[in-house]
């Protein structure tokens, strides 16, 4: 197929819009940490020195699994130990409140392989919410048609390898959480800044409110037997045990909404991608009664802080984030782009369109996952870029070996040490493909349209099949 300006490609799934950026640009390596490491889990100790400790309640609380992250990585970890191991007390803690989100993701057929050898009834729960994208129409900015792909075109590059879902990010998110046991999943929670620390035969934490309240408010101290970091790309949780740094910034924001009865702007079944220079807007309709819309526009690196260390800023949030509206930005951002881009903004509730930042992290930066009794998972352990469109599929991959490891050696280290040996041969590949994908396109080379799909097959990485994890 005949190479195409990334600008003009289709894309697969809401992933894509990242190409379209054409002055993308990292902010550079990770910064190596000074800060030593305690035994046991390492501590970055010149990165916490100087906190105010944090008043805890007396009260302590043991559990054999503490999970930081309650997105699908951290979800399907849960849901996969308490399958296997019932006998064991797991717990989630979430720093934000489950609601609908503005962002939609796609599961491949190795990560819906991966679910499905989870736990069936989960795959089913998640297949069933697939929306199939339909025709998708690429437009410039004066509304032009430069492209056209008709029937599924999401899923369609896959269908004989297996079952794909294309559905909302919280579609996913509810269904791995409606699976879990009561009491599994706590949100509004975060981990404190304190570092855990190792004290032999388990590993002491402080959670605490995720909320308004001055931290302290509400903190309470959990003794773990293992503790699994799936706190994303920003992960906290990563620079308390390796202290390696922030990741690389890809030098781009992105709005994302849910726009309710969209039929006045956006046709049923169907996608449409807006393309420009360095920027890009991209709806889909799922289910027909619900939108989701991305815009992706260069972000300032003077303004890059407020992307950090949260996944999305919200125009309620309290903070920097609040200085500013996440929908005044971004009607600015498209303010002469086609009319119906700036239609379905404004027709946006303003409460609902989140900003975040997207991230990476060099390949060579990833060889240690964990240490002592601590360990991560998808994006947190080997964050790429989303070039290749696998973040989902390979967190549900990290989620299915690392139940599959505590089955067979209960939560203790040697469990996270099994499991890093089977994943990191399987993960790294695929996160060096897409940053090598990312630097290649900051360097101005263009890829075909159906590059993921194309890449993702050639390295075989959708035809994974996987053993049911053992039950008890």
């Keep these: 197929m005949q190479s195409v300006p990334l600008q003009t490609s289709h894309f697969l799934g809401q992933q894509r819009l990242v190409r379209t950026a054409s002055l993308l640009r990292s902010s550079g390596g990770p910064g190596q940490s000074a800060g030593g490491h305690l035994a046991g889990v390492g501590i970055n100790a010149a ?7 944090v008043s805890m ?37 979430e720093r934000a409140k489950l609601r609908p989100r503005g962002a939609s993701v796609f599961v491949m057929p190795n990560g819906m392989h991966a679910l499905e050898a989870l736990d069936p009834e989960t795959h089913a729960r998640v297949l069933a919410h697939h929306s199939p994208a339909g025709a998708t129409v690429t437009r410039n900015m004066a509304g032009e048609v430069i492209g056209e792909a008709g029937g599924d075109s999401v899923a369609a590059p896959f269908a004989s390898y297996g079952p794909c879902a294309y559905l909302l990010w919280a579609s996913l998110q509810k269904a791995l959480a409606d699976s879990l046991p009561e009491g599994v999943l706590e949100t509004e929670v975060r981990l404190g800044d304190s570092p855990p620390r190792d004290e032999g ?11 308004r309240r001055p931290d302290g408010a509400a903190a309470k101290e959990i003794e773990a037997r293992v503790v699994v970091g799936a706190d994303g790309n920003q992960s906290q949780l990563r620079q308390h045990i390796l202290g390696d740094g922030p990741s690389s910034s890809m030098g781009v924001g992105l709005f994302r909404a849910l726009l309710p009865r969209p039929e006045k702007w956006i046709a049923p079944n169907s996608a ?3 393309a420009g220079p360095k920027q890009a807007f991209r709806t889909a309709v799922f289910q027909g009664d619900v939108a ?6 260069p972000w300032p690196a003077e303004e890059e802080h407020l992307l950090q260390g949260r996944a999305y800023i919200a125009a309620n949030d309290a903070g920097e984030g609040a200085r500013f509206s996440p929908k005044e930005r971004c009607l600015r951002a498209f303010e002469h782009w086609p009319d119906a881009v700036r239609g379905i903004i404004a027709a946006t509730d303003a409460d609902s369109i989140l900003v975040h930042g997207q991230n990476y992290r060099d390949p060579d930066r990833c060889t240690v996952w964990g240490r002592g009794r601590a360990t991560l998972v998808g994006d947190a352990a080997h964050l790429g870029t989303p070039l290749l469109g696998q973040g989902t599929s390979q967190a549900l ?9 505590i089955h067979a050696h209960g939560a203790t280290s040697s469990a996270l040490r099994a499991y890093e040996r089977a994943r990191q041969p399987l ?10 994908l990312f630097k290649r396109f900051q360097a101005g080379e263009s890829f075909p349209p159906d590059n993921e799909a194309r890449l993702s097959i050639e390295h075989g990485f959708v035809a994974r099949s996987f053993r049911p994890l053992p039950v008890a």
């Design 427 to 436: 993960a790294q590949p695929i996160q060096a493909i897409s940053v090598d």
């Design 201 to 211: 035969d388990h590993v002491r934490l402080q959670i605490v409110s995720a909320g």
């Design 397 to 405: 991959e990290d989620a299915l070996e690392l139940s599959r490891c």
């Design 57 to 93: 309640s007396s009260a302590v609380e043991k559990v054999d699994v503490a999970i930081i992250g309650g997105g699908p990585g951290g979800l399907a970890t849960a849901k996969g130990i308490t399958r296997a191991c019932p006998e064991l007390k797991v717990r989630v803690f």
């Design 292 to 297: 989701t819309w991305t815009g992706i526009v």
């Design 47 to 53: 990165a916490t020195a100087g906190r105010a400790r």
């Design 272 to 274: 449409t991608i807006w």
